[in-house]
Structures are given as C-alpha cells and as structure tokens.
C-alpha cells in the first residue's frame, strides 16, 4: 500500500508548515508515561537521568547538616565548621547533530533522507521545549558545520527548524543545477565531533541523526571523549533502495557524490551488492555502537516517522531494517 506523505510535506523540499506539525504530537512522549528515549532505546528512561547538584554557596554549620557537605578549607581558613549547600540541576542541553550532507539528500519512495531527519528533529526540539531543557543544533552541511547554539524555550526549536528549511532547499537547488559527473568534497566525520566536544555543555545530552556514512574506526577516540560526560544517542536513516529494495527494474545513471556510473536494477546480482554493501556498513556502525555502549535506532525514509516511533498502531522498523 501506498503511503501519503507527512501534511505540507513534498517529501524533497521543506517548509516550516511541515516541521511545525510536529509540535502537536510532543503529547504522545509526555513523561512520566512515555518518553522519546524509551521509542528510540526500546527501555523506559528516567526523565530526570544525567542531571545532577550544582554548587550553590557556603555557609556556617548547622545542626542537622550532612557532615559528608563540610567544606573542610573553609572551615580550617575561618576555624568555624562551614557547609557547601547544592541546588538540584533541572536544566540539561539537548544537543542535535543533524546530518544534511550529500549522501543524505537521497530518497527512493517516500522522503529524502534529509527530510526524514528535519522531521525527527523538529519532533525532539519540541519534546525537549516541553521538559523545559535548552535545545540546540549542529548541522553538518558536508562542506561546512553550522552551529546553533543551546537555547531555552521555543525560540531555540524554532530557530532550527527555520536553518532547516532554509539549509535544506538551498542544498537540493545547488543539487539540481549542478552537474552530477562533478566530484563533491565533504569534511571529514571527526571536524563535527570536534566541534560537538566544544559547543557542548557537559551533562548533554547529544542526539546523532544521519546515515553515518563518513563515520570510521578513526572516529572513536573522539566519541570516547563526548561519551564521558555526555548521554549519546545514534539514530541511522536508511532508504530501501540501499539495501537494493526497489521494484524497478531499470538502468539508471547514479552518483554518491564521489563517483557515478550506470547501475542495472533489473539484474539481481546488482541489487545483492547493494545489500551487501549496506550491511557491511550497518554491521561496521553497530559493532562501533557496541563497543563503545552507544544506543542505537534505525528508522527508514520510506515510512512515516510517527508510525516508526509508535505513535500510531502499526509495524516499527528495527536496525536490520525488518519489520517488528
């Protein structure tokens, strides 16, 4: 059966109208029932998990006080028994890396894969607006990072959602006027996790939507060094016809931006390297996630995201891209 697409939505371009629509449904993950880290992990995670005490003031020892709390260089400089007092931490960035680059402007049915990831992100900005967190965004353009800083309330989700619209239309009009035989030079994956370990405030949490395409053995160290004092997340957008799933069965002329050549669908030998191919880099990337205890969720391009998260009754996709 056929899908529709998302309401606003043309599946390739984007427009506010379009991200906006996720506003209404941040109800379906309202804590203390549900939450977005539950959908994407499979398990029920605290709303409250990674905050922690901050450090208010010091003041004079009172009965009652928590020995554990004295403040023993205070004390020794005033020779009076002085108490370090703590707030609770409410507040906690939730940083988005959001992967626009080449690879993912691609889509074989329903949405580009970049399409599909404004719309996840659109949906967690607004979820995170609600728990009263700061939301901010790095956008991986391939040639460039554009930083969004964290920030508090709707401004910070609707500031994303406007570079989304924005950076994405220009990307696929650049896409269409340019000639596809020309080879195209994208950043390396390690340039955004440099830039995510300086424009995160520790405690983040930091929430990775891409394809993952650039992402190596090389990159680890640097995910060791966000994953110490940050909450990672990995969520992989797929399309079928990378896994060589697709009804025609055509001769077309493709590119990945590196190289181009002509692609014989009809033949099932093409389609199976295809496959191959794709798990080959899906095992790569859950072996890295497994190594270094990074949840991971893969949703497809080819369906819509609220039925992927749950929202509506009906088949959720898992990593292997099998239906569950």
């Not at 609770?88 to 691609?106: A, C, G, H, K, N």
């Not at 009009?173 to 596809?180: I, R």
């Not at 830039?195 to 090389?218: A, V």
Request: aromatic letters at 6%; one cysteine or more; hydrophobic letters at 35%.
């Amino acid at each position: 059966m056929e899908q529709k697409l998302p309401p606003f939505a043309t599946g390739v371009q984007l427009c506010l109208k379009e991200l906006l629509h996720y506003k209404s449904h941040t109800v379906h993950w309202q804590p203390p029932s549900k939450s977005i880290w539950s959908q994407l992990n499979g398990s029920h995670q605290s709303h409250q998990k990674g905050r922690g005490m901050n450090f208010s003031e010091v003041r004079q020892y009172q009965a009652g006080d928590d020995i554990r709390s004295i403040d023993w260089r205070v004390t020794a400089r005033t020779g009076k028994a002085h108490t370090k007092l703590f707030i609770e931490e409410r507040e906690q960035p939730v940083i988005l890396y959001l992967d626009l680059s080449r690879s993912m402007r691609f889509g074989s049915q329903l949405l580009f894969k970049s399409v599909q990831c404004a719309h996840l992100a659109s949906l967690l900005s607004w979820l995170t607006v609600e728990q009263k967190d700061r939301i901010g965004a790095l956008i991986d353009m391939g040639d460039r990072l554009i930083e969004l800083k964290p920030t508090a309330r709707q401004q910070g989700a609707l500031h994303i959602s406007h570079q989304l619209v924005q950076l994405n239309n220009e990307a696929i009009q650049q896409l269409q006027e340019q000639n596809t035989s020309k080879t195209h030079i994208e950043l390396p994956f390690n340039h955004a996790l440099q830039t995510l370990h300086r424009m995160c405030p520790k405690g983040s949490d930091i929430i990775f939507i891409s394809d993952f395409q650039r992402l190596t053995e090389k990159s680890k160290p640097l995910l060791n060094q966000l994953r110490q004092h940050n909450r990672m997340q990995f969520v992989h957008i797929f399309d079928p016809l990378e896994m060589g799933n697709t009804h025609f069965r055509g001769s077309e002329y493709v590119t990945n931006g590196q190289q181009t050549r002509w692609l014989n669908f009809g033949l099932k030998n093409t389609r199976q390297q295809l496959e191959n191919r794709y798990m080959m880099h899906l095992n790569q990337l859950n072996k890295i996630c497994k190594n270094m205890a990074i949840p991971i969720r893969s949703l497809s391009c080819a369906e819509l995201l609220l039925t992927q998260l749950g929202a509506h009754s009906s088949p959720s996709i898992s990593p292997s891209g099998d239906l569950s």
